[in-house]
Nanobody, 124 residues
Framework: QVQLVESGGGLVQAGGSLRLSCAAS????????MGWFRQAPGKEREFVAV????????RYADSVKSRFTISRDNAKNTVCLQMNSLKPEDTAVYYC?????????????????WGQGTQVTVSS
């Protein structure tokens, strides 16, 4: 089992920044991608960003490109999501997730483990 714990959520004004972090522990796979998804009230959980084990591949949802940056530290089993120029429509619970292998999937069903989520609220 892999445990994922997110941190860094909170309340911020539109145009502001937040940095989310996620730490993986337990029986982590040899190679795994780390991603972020989010879910707003009444909406489906959607892909935000992912980074491959080697950091060679990163993918972003169109809605966050040029505003969000994903990074990871394999020595610490952590992934971060730097969120700049936040908008009210970014308000959601943000989830960290992991999937096995060397790729970087944007498909929710490819992920093997999920964190409990951290709330991000952007006020207008």
């Amino acid at each position: 089992q892999v445990q994922l714990v997110e941190s860094g959520g909170g309340l911020v004004q539109a145009g502001g920044s937040l940095r989310l972090s996620c730490a993986a522990s337990g029986r982590t796979p040899s190679y795994y991608a780390m991603g972020w998804f989010r879910q707003a009230p009444g909406k489906e959980r959607e892909f935000v960003a992912v980074i491959s084990w080697s950091t060679t591949y990163t993918r972003y949802a169109d809605s966050v490109k040029s505003r969000f940056t994903i990074s990871r530290d394999n020595a610490k089993n952590t992934v971060c999501l730097q969120m700049n120029s936040l908008k009210p429509e970014d308000t959601a619970v943000y989830y960290c997730a992991v999937h096995y292998g060397l790729g970087a999937s944007a498909a929710r069903n490819d992920y093997n483990y999920w964190g409990q989520g951290t709330q991000v609220t952007v006020s207008s």
